[in-house]
């Protein structure tokens, strides 16, 4: 990138974060991630369905949830609805803008465990048992040089859950469940 540029970028950024002009400047400098040569090659045997998603259309309501199941190891691209249009069992502690997307997904669990989610973006999960959510217990990125942006694990016991997503940027959301790693 020129070097106009980046200032250019650093002011604009300096003034909408409030922040000083090399903190906003490190978000950009190139060589602050390691290169991968290739995405999502190396991930553990855990994960190694992310690499074959199956599309699934998210439900807007509860009771229409059993048709966008996920299922453990089995990751799927989840086509969302505006937020609007979602009715969450549970109010979502992050439910986005009037831009953003979400939707209701359902899982079944059949052995108590601690379970991760991992996600293609930095969309906002929620997993409801009847009327509670369930608290996380470790949030993270996924492995190194995967498309797996964020991770979230969830202790969870026998039985049905509600996966709630929102505040996603996009129409569509890559997300599995699998037993945390």
Known sequence: ??????????????FVLALPCPAALAQEMPGS??????????LPQALSGWTSKTPLQSATKEA????????????????????????????????????AYGGILAVQISKAGTYQFSLGSGAWID???????????????GPECSSIRKAVAFPLKPGHYIV???????????????PKL
Not at 33 to 42: F, R, V, Y
Not at 127 to 141: E, F, L, N, Q, R
Not at 164 to 178: F, G, K, R, V
């Open 127 to 141: 997993v409801v048992s009847g009327a509670s959510k369930i608290a996380s217990t470790a949030h993270g990125h």
């Open 33 to 42: 991630q390691k290169p991968c040569a290739a995405l999502d090659t190396s």
């Open 164 to 178: 709630q997503i929102s505040a996603n940027a996009a129409p569509t959301l890559d997300i599995m469940i699998s």
């Open 1 to 14: 990138m020129k070097q106009r540029e980046m200032l250019a970028r650093c002011a604009v950024l300096s």
């Open 64 to 99: 229409d949830s059993a048709a966008a199941t996920l299922k453990s190891g089995q990751a799927v691209q989840a086509t969302l609805h505006h937020t609007r249009e979602v009715a969450y069992v549970v109010e979502p502690d992050k439910p986005g803008g009037s831009v």
